[in-house]
Each structure stands twice: as structure tokens, then as C-alpha cells.
T-cell receptor, first 113, second 111 residues
Framework: DQQVKQNSPSLSVQEGRISILNCDYT??????FLWYKKYPAEGPTFLIS?????DKNEDGRFTVFLNKSAKHLSLHIVPSQPGDSAVYFC????????????FGKGTLLTVNP | SQTIHQWPATLVQPVGSPLSLECTVE??????LYWYRQAAGRGLQLLFY??????ISSEVPQNLSASRPQDRQFILSSKKLLLSDSGFYLC??????????FGQGTRLTVV
């Protein structure tokens, strides 16, 4: 039973355009949602997070939107840069345990020059 | 500042051999520690987590085990590796807030 789903395994975007990465979840008890970025053969690095009591959080080129009624969140990258090419993981915290992050399967973003 | 060390970076082991991956954290006390695995084409799967010395919780049944002999040391082990144990293993730590910090990972290939 996958509680955090990233239904798009890959996404290709032109440099300068907007990248939108989507994530759906099933557990309404999650308290925080996080996005991680991962390059090959490296550990994930934290990108941005959002509390379940908010609907938007912005940090530079990265904005995360949360729609609780739809159990959906998205990461917007504007403008996209070739260095943004990586696998992006959506993760959720809470849902009955404050110790464990539940990850989606990831979306490979490719930003073409 | 806090840092996390994980080694080795790559490992090739024959089927049936033992495994020991080590992870240490610096710059923080009493962290929550985690072992994740990323298998080919799959997401990050939580294997074990620990909220204190000697306290290990297992998420999935498998032939792997974990130990936490010291506050900032987390070890992933196996007595006999299987081919299906191949993957990318990640150690991570967190404190009370939401964010987890990951090590660089270990690429394990079982042959």
C-alpha cells in the first residue's frame, strides 16, 4: 500500500520553462511534506518542505503547493535550469509516526538546454 | 555543523557472504537514525530506524539486520547476502523536526 505516490516516473522540460512535479498521498494524518533532490550515486538532499497547515511555501526558484482536500502537492521550479536535472522525491512525515519519512518512487526531471 | 559519514561507497560481494555497512553522525546528539534502500526503478524504502541506542525498529522482513552500538553509529548487517539485496543503501539522521539528512550512500552489488 503506497501512501505517497509520484505517478510520473519522468519529466522533460526546456531550460527557462517551469517544471511541475506532482505527488499524491493517501494518509490524511501526515504533518509535513518534503521534497528531496537526488543525483546518481549520491544521497538525497533536502530541497523544500511544507507543513500540513499551509498551502504554499516558496524558496527562491522552488515553490511547493499543498491541496489537502485533494491530498495532492506539487513542486514548481521556475525557471528550470540544466543543473536541476535529477530525481525528485516527495516525502511525507507523520501519519501516526513522527520518526519515519514515507517516500514516493521519485520523478526523473531532465532540463534540456 | 552536523555531518554524516557512510562507508564504503561501493561494494561488490558474492552471494552468501556477510555484509557490514557503517554510518556515523557528527555534530548532534541522540539523533533518529535510518537505513533506506533504493532498488533499481523503485523509490526509497525504509529498512530500519532507531530512536536511541539499542532501539531498532524493522520496517520490512528481510535477511538484513541493524544495530546501534553507540548514540551516533548505525550499522547495517547481513549474515548471508542474497542477489536481491543489491541496491543503493542510504543512511540518514534527523532530530525532532521533519527534515532528514542523508549520507552519500553505498552501492551494493551482490554477484
Amino acid at each position: 500500500d503506497q501512501q505517497v505516490k509520484q505517478n510520473s516516473p519522468s519529466l522533460s522540460v526546456q531550460e527557462g520553462r517551469i517544471s511541475i512535479l506532482n505527488c499524491d498521498y493517501t494518509n490524511s494524518m501526515f504533518d509535513y511534506f518534503l521534497w528531496y533532490k537526488k543525483y546518481p550515486a549520491e544521497g538525497p538532499t533536502f530541497l523544500i518542505s511544507i507543513s500540513s497547515i499551509k498551502d504554499k511555501n516558496e524558496d527562491g526558484r522552488f515553490t511547493v503547493f499543498l491541496n489537502k482536500s485533494a491530498k495532492h502537492l506539487s513542486l514548481h521550479i521556475v525557471p528550470s535550469q540544466p543543473g536541476d536535472s535529477a530525481v525528485y522525491f516527495c516525502a511525507a512525515l507523520g501519519g501516526g509516526s513522527n520518526y519515519k519519512l514515507t517516500f514516493g518512487k521519485g520523478t526523473l526531471l531532465t532540463v534540456n538546454p | 555543523s552536523q555531518t554524516i559519514h557512510q562507508w564504503p561507497a561501493t561494494l561488490v560481494q558474492p552471494v552468501g557472504s556477510p555484509l557490514s555497512l557503517e554510518c556515523t553522525v557528527e555534530g548532534t546528539s541522540n539523533p533518529n537514525l535510518y537505513w533506506y534502500r533504493q532498488a533499481a526503478g523503485r523509490g526509497l524504502q525504509l529498512l530500519f530506524y532507531s530512536v536511541g541506542i539499542g532501539q531498532i525498529s524493522s520496517e520490512v522482513p528481510q535477511n538484513l539486520s541493524a544495530s546501534r552500538p553507540q548514540d551516533r553509529q548505525f550499522i547495517l548487517s547481513s549474515k548471508k547476502l542474497l542477489l536481491s539485496d543489491s541496491g543503493f543503501y542510504l543512511c540518514a539522521w534527523s532530530v525532532w523536526d521533519a527534515q532528514a539528512f542523508f549520507g552519500q550512500g553505498t552501492r551494493l552489488t551482490v554477484v
